[in-house]
C-alpha cells in the first residue's frame, strides 16, 4: 500500500513538472499520435541512460532531478501510446536506476523528489509500474473531468442567479416606477381638485354678490 501511495504521489508530481513541457508538444486537434513501438521506447531508455550517466559523472544534481522527473513523464507518455512500450522502456530504465542507485544518492543527497521516484521505478516490476501509474492518470483525468463538469455546473446555476435577481430588479423598479407614476397621478388629480373646487367656490361667490347687489337695487 505503502509503495503504491508513493508511485501516485510520484504521478502527481510528474504530471505539474511536464506541464509546460506537454503545452509545447502537444498535439494539433484531431491529429493523431503515433504509436511507440517496443524498439522506439528502448532506445529512448538508452538515450536517457546516457544522459543520466554523464551528468551523474558531473555531479550535476540538478540535471539529474530533471532527468529522472523526465522518465517518469516519458512513462506516461508511452502508457497513453503503446502500454508495452513503456513496460519495455522501465524495464530497461530501473535496471539502471537499481545499479546506480547509491551514486544517484550521492549526487543530489537528501533531495525527496529524486529518491522517491527512483523508489517508485524500482520498487516493484516494470508491470506494476506501469498499471500503477497508468491508473493514477486515469484517476487525475477523471478528476479533472469532474472538476470542469463542477465548474461548468456552477457558472451555468451563477449565470442563472443572475438573470433570476436582473429579472427580480426589473420587476422591482417596474413597480417602483409605476408606484411613482401613481403618485404623480394623483397628486395632479388633488390638484385639479382643488382647483376646481377653488374655481365652483368663487363662482358661487360671485353669484352671491351679484344677487345680493341685485336686491339691494330692488329694495329687497
Known sequence: MKKIMMMVVAVAAMTFASCGQKAANAPEAGEEVAEVT???????????????????????????????????????????????????????????????????????????????????????????????????????????????????????????SVKENAKEKANETFDNAKAKANEKVNEANQKVNEKVNEAAQKTNNAINDATNKAAKKLGL
Open 38 to 160: 517496443t524498439e522506439q521506447a528502448q532506445e529512448a531508455a538508452q538515450g536517457i541512460i546516457s544522459e543520466l550517466t554523464a551528468k551523474l559523472e558531473s555531479k550535476d544534481a540538478s540535471a539529474v532531478q530533471e532527468l529522472i522527473t523526465s522518465i517518469q513523464v516519458k512513462v506516461a507518455e508511452f502508457i497513453k501510446s503503446n502500454p508495452e512500450a513503456a513496460k519495455a522502456y522501465v524495464e530497461q530504465v530501473q535496471t539502471y536506476l537499481k545499479e546506480n542507485a547509491e551514486t544517484i544518492k550521492t549526487v543530489v543527497g537528501d533531495n525527496a523528489v529524486v529518491n522517491t521516484a527512483v523508489q517508485t521505478l524500482t520498487a516493484t516490476s516494470a508491470d506494476d509500474v506501469v498499471s500503477t501509474i497508468s491508473n493514477a492518470l486515469t484517476s487525475s483525468e477523471e478528476n479533472a473531468e469532474a472538476a470542469a463538469t463542477s465548474v461548468k455546473e456552477n457558472a451555468e446555476q451563477a449565470v442563472e
